[in-house]
């Protein structure tokens, strides 16, 4: 069985501080600078890292139960030094509740160890980031 794992997005740009990216299924998301009302890269790479343990835990938790709240925040400090600009202390904070019933509890037992699970093995955009992963950037032939 051969494996696809190259994921990519094109991203375009609409004007001076406002840009599209596109996947490969065809969606789109405008994103832009601190100019536009809109998510910014550092606010889409937040959201990115909160997305995807939030997807994983969703998963494994509403096995057993609906949420009646379903909250992930995405956090971090922005850092300008003189090695160049980061973001620091990046943190997932989840507020989930459950029915206070017997399908409930199961699911918000499950919460602790779905979160450590996602953090240590699932979510692939917050691992890539705690790995620090290289970025080539370069221009196409």
């Known amino acids: 069985m051969v494996s696809d794992t190259h994921r990519s997005v094109r991203i ?3 004007r001076r501080g406002l840009y599209r990216a596109t996947n490969g299924e065809g969606a789109t998301l405008e994103f832009g600078d601190d100019s536009t ?8 790479m937040l959201a990115a890292m909160a997305g995807c343990t939030a997807i ?3 998963w494994i938790t509403t096995k057993r139960s609906e949420p009646l ?4 925040e995405g956090a971090g400090e922005k850092l300008s030094d003189d090695t160049g600009h ?3 202390d990046l943190t ?3 507020r989930v ?3 206070d019933d017997e399908a409930g509890q199961a699911a918000a037992a499950r919460l602790p160890d779905a ?5 240590d093995r699932l979510c692939t955009v917050s691992r890539t980031i705690e790995a620090g992963t290289r970025v080539d950037s370069r221009l196409a032939d």
């Not at 979160?115 to 953090?119: D, G, N």
């Open 97 to 99: 509740t459950f029915p």
């Open 56 to 58: 994983d835990v969703d």
């Open 12 to 14: 375009e740009r609409v």
């Open 37 to 44: 009302a809109t998510f910014t890269p550092v606010q889409l």
């Open 92 to 94: 997932v904070t989840f």
């Open 86 to 88: 980061r973001m620091t």
């Open 69 to 72: 709240q379903f909250e992930v």
């Open 115 to 119: 979160i450590t699970r996602s953090h």
